[in-house]
Nanobody, 123 residues
């Protein structure tokens, strides 16, 4: 079983960058499909980006494509989400999640979750 802890959130201005971290413990993060979801107040939890365990290939939501980049550091057992050109609509709590099954964009298919980190982008 893997434990996930997110960090790196904060308050930034439009156009700024942030790097979120999803630190895994208990199991090797490369064994899991790891994804980021986000949830804004009053809205559904939505898929942001994910990385497959098989080949570390990535998938991004259209809303973040070209601005957000996933990477994985096996030595640190951590997955990173680099967020550039942030917009006010990116404001949300960002959650890291993992599954031993295949990557999906559906949050209910994920078994392991972190507690989230708040990202606030001011205009």
């Amino acid at each position: 079983q893997v434990q996930l802890v997110e960090s790196g959130g904060g308050l930034v201005q439009t156009g700024d960058s942030l790097r979120l971290s999803c630190a895994a413990s208990g199991r090797t993060v490369g064994s899991y499909a790891v994804v980021w979801f986000r949830q804004a107040p009053g809205k559904e939890r939505e898929f942001v980006a994910g990385m497959r365990q098989s080949d570390a290939s990535t998938l991004y939501a259209d809303s973040v494509k070209g601005r957000f980049t996933l990477s994985r550091d096996n030595a640190e057992n951590t997955v990173y989400l680099l967020m550039n050109s942030l917009k006010p609509e990116d404001t949300a709590v960002y959650y890291c999640a993992a599954t031993l099954r295949s990557l999906t964009t559906r949050h209910w298919t994920y078994d392991y979750w972190g507690r989230g980190t708040q990202v606030t982008v001011s205009s």
